[in-house]
């Protein structure tokens, strides 16, 4: 005998065998109430994530010529929006003559203002979505609006308590959210912006910004085709940053590739660890080739087949959007995975800097679309919306 | 409308072995998940250069290929094993506990793990090998019971299986006092409890030991590219067999005749398609609470799902560390870090933010030498909350909330290990019961199933399995059936209602 616990030979398994009833007589005493439809934490959850939502432009402000501010306001029954992350970006949707279109845009309204129902997302006039927003919509004009989501935001476990923020053009946008998340105490760290810009007329939010007086953010306008007084002028340098930056700083950038090369370099110059350097994602561009092919994409989406032209020089989600299908869409860039679909088969390419898939992506054969271009004929399945 | 013989709701790791097993058999099946990755749990996500592992510490049950675990022949007979690289752990565990000075490694196989205990006390091995013999009986004793379906002959267990009756019946602790082990023996025993997840004065003293028996006799071994390996594998013997599989396709309803049998699902979007059976891979606080209408939900099911403890809601935090494992001087794969070896203490301070000090932490360039960039190192920590103190956090307050209890157990690791890698994190993620209620929709984030419970164990679960059923066509598996909580669990779970589903069908004449 290995085991005995009871002096009692038998009584062991006695109890073994009371075990049934006893669960028995667990079911017979419990209550017959309804069970819960809802908990709290998975409200929290729905509260911080519900996927997409309506909301309706309440606002337009011309910040400069070429850019506008859009205040959004729920078109539901909902009176606030999901709270996040200073830094973070929203999708908007839209449908644009017979494509149905998804951009990333970075939120530049503050954390709390969320909970008031108020998103405002700050765009420059340059690609299909952004010049249909700023040429056809209007106050009214209903979008869907996808959660916020990306990492590009301060950690205190992570990052150093004085961020460098580098923006470049309409890169402004994540910084302004996480000014006044600093003013409204959803978020505590120092900044110092850093904005390049290529004169005084293309400075976003510039008088909000001269007129900022807090001793945790300080504004540092470097001019690139102008001299003016009291404006750094030139390029985002080595020295403008050792100038400006304290010993220990985290340094994060948001501009165009070509910003993030130069100022990458710079980097390197001050001896600056990689983990104290985040980039905000770009968008995938256009591949750049003289005579673009047209390939056959066929799509599944559940029981569905669509057979769709793919221009070899675009990304599958853009092809798929063109042919109006309701295809997943969120960061553009292939880091978020949202739209993760089964590759069935056909060539194609990963841009540099985008290949965000995870390992056994690549040996059971599913790609991001979003950051895929195709090389041949191609057919894939891909998750509905 | 679309009609299949199956629908499976959610593809985690028993609904999707479930598919398996349905198509396996010839029937048609659809898979329906809500998010738009198949796994639940068993997932990973990339930050940065790092790709982190979502839930999976290490599966126990694969063995090696001339020696296969039960869990690796339950995946050749699914026709998945082929389809995943298995890394093998070396040691078992490092247990640090700070009231009792323990800072033990141990080893994985019966004879080492016996030997190193005789170094802990004399005397150390022939306990050890006392508990393992009965390890084996309890293992020989549930094969015999999967054999007999839950309707074990009384008679032959208690010629063939004495043992396994006489400690059937009572709790880890109560077990472990009656084998009359030093206390330093019994405390090294229950280093796993936190994997299981209920305190030893209410953990199954059977079940416990029929998981760490497994676990010290077997090895445990990790899919090489995460255990989205697992999902895709399965996946993809999905698309091969034929079968479907929907993503961001949430099932709200499942639907019924006026004979109460089931005859479908609807959709989220609305969507209904026609089936005579559905294996519903979700919790059934889900499936009667939110899916059924309730005029078809049977009493019964009702008070036997009211009846039930919710087991701990997850807490883990995803590191990705600018230095090797060498430089930080992290040593091990697999750490227990407690405050003490006294369970019942250690369940009630997982019950609040400021006490919780139990931590089950990897590293994971242990195992796997390549899975991060040169230089770097991938660390997770993971933590139970044993009560729904989530549910106070505002949404204002939940990302400092999330931030501070993940301080705190990463100085708690730095303290325990003699390490310091807060000034190296380069990516952080942190997972809090929200996060597992948002991707699996798990009540109040519970990550563990039902609590592990002298009336709510896995034997009288096992024992009751035809009893607990309660809609005809409706089964439900996975980390919330029978066999409890853990990836072989669900993942057999998953078949063995996909066999009950079939045996309904024989059973109507389909």
Known sequence: MIFQKSPIPGEDAKRFFQIVPERRKMIDEASNEPLPVTYKVNELAKALHPGTFPARISAIREETPDVRTFTLVPAGSKTSFPFFRAGQFITLTSRIDASLVTRAYSLSSSPKQALAGIYEVTVRRAGLFSSWLIDRSAVGTVLMVGEPSGDFYHDNLRDA???????GGSGITPFRSMIHAILEGSENFNLVLIYGARTRRDIIFKEELEDLSDKRIRVIPVLSDEKADGYDYGFITADILKKYAPEKASFFLCGPDAMYRFVDGELVKLGIAGKYIRKEHNAVADRIMSNPKVFTLNVRIRDQKYSIPALENETLVVAMERAGLAAPSRCRSGVCGFCHSKLISGAYSVPEGHEYRRSADFKFGFIHPCCTYPDSDMEIDVPTV | MRQYDAIVIGAGNGGLSAAVQLLNAGKTCLVCERHNLPGGFATSFVRGRFEF???LHEFNGIGTPENPGSARTLF??????????????KDAYHLLSMKEEYDFTMPFGLEAFAEASEKLIPGGKAHMERLFSLGRQIRSAMDYLSESKGKPDPKVLMEKYPDYLNCGSYSVKEGLDAMGFPQ????????????????????SFLHYINMFYSYISGGAAIPKHRSHELSLAFETR????????????????ILTDSAGHVNGVRLKDGTEIASRHVVANCSPHVVYGQLMDPAAVPERALKLTNARKFAGRGFTIFLGLDRSPDELGIKDHSYFIYDTCDTVRQYKSMSVFQDNSVQASVCLNRADPDCSPSGTTILYMTTLFTSDIWSTVTEEDYFEMKNKVAASMIKRFEEATGTSIHDHI???????????????GHPQGTIYGYESQYRDGLMPRIMMVEEDHFVPGLRIGGGFGERLLGFPSSYKSGVNEARRTLRDMEIEGE
């Open chain 1, 161 to 167: 308590d004085t961020v460098v923020a580098v923006a």
């Open chain 2, 238 to 253: 999905i698309r091969e067999l034929g079968g479907d599989i929907w993503y961001n396709s949430e099932v709200t309803n």
């Open chain 2, 184 to 203: 330093i023996i019994k405390d090294n025993i229950c280093a796993y409890w936190c994997y299981l997840g209920a305190d030893c004065e209410n953990l």
């Open chain 2, 426 to 440: 380069e990516e952080i993620a942190v997972a809090t019961p929200e996060t597992y209620a948002r991707y699996c």
């Open chain 2, 53 to 55: 592992e979502a839930s």
């Open chain 2, 76 to 89: 050749r007979e699914l026709g998945v094993d082929d389809k995943i690289e298995w890394i093998q752990l």
